[in-house]
């Protein structure tokens, strides 16, 4: 399995206009059991906050970015809020 260094993380990140989406999701993977891939390091609150920062930078108008986001994290109320 391919592992991803932080400063690879980066080059995930194209501008909203490349893929005409306004909200981003960064979340980190967690192991649902035991028996699936362990995570190896815990991505510490501000290098999210980092994470925020640089998508905004590149001109996301909504980023959540933490340990516990999912895809579908508040999108119901950012769609809700953005219609």
Known sequence: MAR???AQSRWYCLPPAA????????G??????RA???VR???????????REQARGLGFE?????PY???SYLAE???????
Request: proline content about 2%; cysteine-free.
């Open 4 to 6: 991803e260094r932080v």
């Open 19 to 26: 893929f005409s989406r306004s909200y981003l999701s960064v």
């Open 28 to 33: 980190q993977y967690l192991a649902p059991s």
């Open 36 to 38: 699936h891939e362990q």
């Open 41 to 51: 390091e815990f991505v510490q609150l501000e290098r999210f906050e980092r994470y």
């Open 62 to 66: 909504h980023v959540e970015s933490g």
């Open 69 to 71: 986001v999912r895809s």
């Open 77 to 83: 109320q950012y769609l809700a809020e953005n219609r």
